[in-house]
C-alpha cells in the first residue's frame, strides 16, 4: 500500500520552484485569496488543500546548512479517492486559479490547465513518508453531512430545554425524521 494512502483518502505534496522576481506577486495572489472562498472549495474531493511559499529552507546536515536554490511554492492536500482523478479536476476546474498560482512557476506550461498543468504538477510531485487522515473512512460529503447534523442537534437541544415530552418527540421527528 502506498504511503500517500489511508483509507479512502489520498495525499498530493508538489513543490515547484518560483520564477526569478515573481515571489512578491504570488505571495500578494496567494493573500488576496484569504478575502474570498477558496478556489480549492470548487474540487468537492479536497479535504484540506494549503498553498505555502517558502522562501528558504536551512536544513543543518553533516555537510553543514543547506539552502534553497531558489524560493518554492508548496502546495498539499488531503483529498477523496485517487490522485489522478484529483489532478484532472483539479487542472480543468481550476485553470483561472492555476494560471496566477502555477503561472508564476518555472516550467510551468502556458496556459497553466489541463493534460500539460497535469504532468507539470506530477514531475514536481513529492511523495509522502507518513499520511495519516483525520477521516481515513469518510468522504468530504459524509464530514460536511455530519458537522452539519451536530449543528441541528446542537441547535435543536438549546430549543428544546423548556419542551414538554410529547413537544420534545414531535419536534425530534419533525427535525430529524423517523
Same mark, same amino acid.
Given at each position: 500500500?502506498?504511503? *500517500? ?16 522576481? @515573481?515571489?512578491? +506577486? ?7 485569496? @484569504?478575502?474570498? &472562498?477558496?478556489?480549492?472549495? #470548487? /474540487?468537492?474531493?479536497? =479535504? ?11 536544513? +543543518?546536515? $553533516?555537510?553543514?546548512? *543547506? =539552502? ?14 485517487? /490522485? ?5 479536476? /483539479?487542472?480543468?476546474?481550476?485553470? &483561472? $486559479?492555476?494560471? +496566477?498560482?502555477?503561472?508564476?512557476? +518555472?516550467?510551468? &506550461?502556458?496556459?497553466? #490547465? ?9 514531475? =514536481? ?25 451536530? $449543528?441541528? /442537534?446542537?441547535?435543536?437541544?438549546? *430549543?428544546?430545554?423548556?419542551? *414538554? &415530552? ?6 425530534? =421527528? @419533525? @427535525?430529524?425524521?423517523?
Amino acid at each position: 500500500m502506498s504511503a *500517500d494512502v489511508a483509507g479512502q483518502a489520498s495525499a498530493l505534496t508538489v513543490l515547484t520552484p518560483i520564477a526569478p522576481g @515573481r515571489e512578491i +506577486e504570488l505571495r500578494m495572489y496567494l493573500e488576496s485569496l @484569504r478575502t474570498r &472562498p477558496s478556489p480549492l472549495k #470548487q /474540487l468537492r474531493r479536497t =479535504h484540506f488543500g494549503r498553498f505555502v511559499v517558502v522562501p528558504d529552507l536551512v536544513a +543543518e546536515g $553533516e555537510r553543514g546548512p *543547506d =539552502h534553497l536554490t531558489s524560493p518554492q511554492l508548496l502546495f498539499t492536500a488531503c483529498l477523496d479517492g485517487d /490522485l489522478d482523478s484529483y489532478l484532472d479536476e /483539479l487542472c480543468d476546474a481550476l485553470a &483561472p $486559479e492555476a494560471q +496566477e498560482i502555477w503561472g508564476r512557476c +518555472e516550467g510551468c &506550461p502556458e496556459p497553466a #490547465q489541463g493534460a500539460a498543468l497535469k504532468a507539470y504538477l506530477a514531475d =514536481h510531485r513529492i511523495r509522502t513518508g507518513f499520511f495519516v487522515a483525520a477521516y481515513p473512512g469518510a468522504t468530504v460529503s459524509e464530514v460536511t453531512d455530519a458537522v452539519d447534523q451536530r $449543528e441541528r /442537534l446542537i441547535a435543536f437541544a438549546q *430549543d428544546a430545554q423548556d419542551m *414538554d &415530552p410529547k413537544t420534545l418527540q414531535r419536534e425530534f =421527528h @419533525r @427535525r430529524f425524521g423517523n
